[in-house]
């Protein structure tokens, strides 16, 4: 079974430039989270999606993040214009939904995408 | 607020030996996760604990669940080097549905 693809693995920015991320979750997870991990700290949850739907972006910074997850699929996080403290790597995990039988809710984490802004 | 604290922050231990990492948080939950990262790579999935008094192990790791106590453990027996990574508990709300939020995370070495 494939797992969680994300892309680009590594990028590198100016502050005030604009960036994308893309993930595409394992098949037939309803639903699915962008993290950010500054480094030495834990994921903190940006956006959590239910099919296409926004669950929860109250820790998403609205002024500068968008998300979208058009087609309750693939899923792109994007930031403009980036700052310096948004230096970290942007995680995506994806799930079945916990209420289904058997399902144990367990986050799958895709690798990453590490962001550096200069 | 939820808050998920891990303690300790940072742990340095012989091999051999044996520890305890805590996990405590903030708010009512029925499941608790426990995923291990290495330098540079992403999170895996080390065990997923779906009720009070859950106990799970593999190989020299061992967690189990309070929800009563709103406290998770990890127990390491007979550290070896291969265990050396940062260790997160992540608790999901059952309220607000599938919510994951993680710790602080421990970061573990172990001395030959």
């Known amino acids: 079974e494939a797992g969680v693809a994300q892309s680009p693995r590594y990028k590198i920015i100016e502050k005030r430039q604009s960036v994308a991320f893309w993930c595409n979750p394992i098949?037939?997870?309803?639903?699915l989270y962008w993290y950010q991990q500054i480094l030495g700290q834990g994921p903190k949850l940006l956006i959590q999606?239910?099919?296409?739907?926004?669950?929860?972006d109250s820790q998403l910074p609205k002024d500068r993040f968008s998300a979208e997850r058009l087609k309750g699929v693939d899923s792109t996080l994007k930031i403009q214009p980036a700052k310096l403290e948004d230096s970290a790597v942007y995680l995506c995990?994806?799930?079945?939904?916990?209420?289904?039988?058997?399902?144990?809710?367990?986050?799958?984490f895709g690798e990453g995408s590490r962001l550096t802004v200069l | 607020e939820l808050k998920v604290e891990q303690n300790p922050l940072f742990l340095s231990m012989q091999e051999g030996k044996n520890y305890t990492i805590y996990c405590n948080y903030s708010?009512?939950?029925?499941?608790l996760y426990w995923y291990r990262q290495d330098p540079g790579k992403s999170l895996e999935s080390l065990f997923v604990?779906?009720?009070?008094?859950a106990v799970k192990q593999e190989g020299r790791l061992m967690a189990s669940l309070d929800t009563k106590a709103r406290l998770s453990t990890l127990h390491i027996t007979a550290a070896v080097h291969d265990l050396s990574a940062t260790y997160f508990c992540?608790?999901?709300?059952?309220?607000?549905?599938?919510?994951?939020?993680f710790g602080t995370g421990t970061s573990l070495t172990v001395i030959p």
């Open positions: 995990a994806s799930t079945t939904y916990r209420g289904l039988a058997g399902g144990s809710g367990e986050l799958f």
């Open positions: 098949s037939g997870h309803a639903t």
């Open positions: 999606f239910q099919n296409n739907g926004v669950v929860d």
């Open positions: 708010t009512t939950s029925d499941r």
């Open positions: 604990l779906l009720s009070n008094g």
């Open positions: 992540a608790v999901d709300i059952i309220l607000t549905g599938n919510q994951f939020y």
